[in-house]
């Protein structure tokens, strides 16, 4: 045996956990012990874990080519073209693919920042929208920031549904304003309608792009297609990965008509982008997501969801604040630091994550049931009754 000399760097707080195989929305630990996965890889397994059909056309894609630079053209990379146009909103015509979520926000931002010739950028307080250095230049968390300036351009961070400054801040020099339609990573804060508008008010008003990131909220995750679609507004630019790919690596950034037709041969680039596997799995996504009416039966569990974490928060008032989000992005606002909530959840069997500083958030796979919902609100009661008196111990012992 050779010894492992080799450390993975410590990015995430470990959760305890060795994985060895998953089916739809569960998950088993080496131990044989089965999870309800609500974590998801972040959400990017909303089509479940080991979509069969996504299995099938990855392993057929694995037989015939696997690699191929993008300037080479494949089957894959047709189908992939013909199925994005079934699901993409009018007139985002001009599209590239790549594997995360960061590399499509930050070709976003870099094309705003050259076809407009401007140099900044709006974005907002809790805004979340990747690690490398142009996606972290509008991410607003202080922690993730830290000690990696300057940043590529100047960016303003606004707070977040306040239109009156919006109005005031976006002018003849912002390149572009980025924004999700929920806020994961910051706290399952939604957008207002007004505040969609708004922003694409000013943008038409000053020519600033409107970057739509929805890396996490697309796809059907809140039982729309695309989320901003509840504002009918169209973006300019629209940012979408996690889910995309049926938990393949696949993410995407789409532009409109007028800035597609300016970029040309060297503008950008990546060696794996568009490849045949990713292409692969996005088409079989894509089937999957229209042919099993995915968006409608997020709707309708989402409601189940959010009603029965409705009843929770009237019965456990005392440390439920409030319960956030849409469709299966959804959870519960604690009022206190829910660090100790996620772990009684996966001790019992639920894995979640959390959102903000105080959100417990769930992020399942499109297929969860209401059995499984029933699962996770008794075991939250469970948690939250024996929280709740520990809280009432306490105050009594102060
Ligand atoms: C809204 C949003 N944008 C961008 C990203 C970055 O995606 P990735 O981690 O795939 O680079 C994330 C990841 O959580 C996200 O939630």
Known sequence: MVEIMVKLIQFYSPRGLKLSRAENQYVWDVDGRKYLDCHAQYGSLFLGHRNPKIVNSIKEQLNL??????????????????????????????????????????????????????????????????????????????????????????????????????????????????????????????????????????????????????????FGRTGLLWAHQIANIKPDILVAGKAIGGGFPVSLAAFKTELGEKLKEGDHGSTFGVNPLACAALT????????????????????????????????????????????????????????????????DGVIALRAGKLVVRFLPPYMITVQDIQFITETLRKILSQVKEDKIAAKTTT
Not at 293 to 322: D, M, P, W
Request: glycine content about 8%.
């Open 65 to 218: 080519i696997y690699g191929a630079y993008p300037a080479f053209n494949t089957e894959a990379k047709e189908r992939a073209l013909e199925s994005l146009s079934k699901i993409l909103p009018k007139k985002l015509e001009y599209v590239y693919m790549f594997n995360g979520g960061s590399e499509a926000v930050e070709l976003s931002l870099k094309v705003a920042r050259k076809l407009t010739g401007r140099k900044k950028f709006i974005s907002f307080i809790n805004a979340f929208h990747g690690r490398t250095m142009g996606a972290l230049s509008v991410t607003w968390n202080p922690r993730y920031r830290e000690g990696y300036d300057p940043f590529p351009w100047e960016v303003k961070f606004l707070p977040y549904n306040k239109v009156e400054e919006l109005e005031k801040e976006v002018d003849n020099e912002t390149a572009g304003v980025i924004v999700e339609v929920i806020q994961g990573e910051g706290g399952l804060n939604e957008a207002s309608v007004e505040f969609l508008k708004a922003i694409r008010e000013a943008c038409d008003r000053t020519g600033a792009q409107m970057i739509v990131d929805e890396v996490q909220t697309g």
């Open 284 to 347: 079989a996504s894509i089937n999957v997501l229209l042919e099993e009416n995915v968006v409608e039966k997020t709707a309708q569990i989402g409601r189940v969801f959010k009603e029965s974490l409705e009843e929770l928060k009237e019965e456990f008032s005392e440390v439920v604040r409030s319960v956030k989000g849409r469709g299966l992005m959804i959870g519960i606002e604690t009022k206190f630091e829910p660090t100790q909530i996620l772990k009684f959840l996966q001790d």
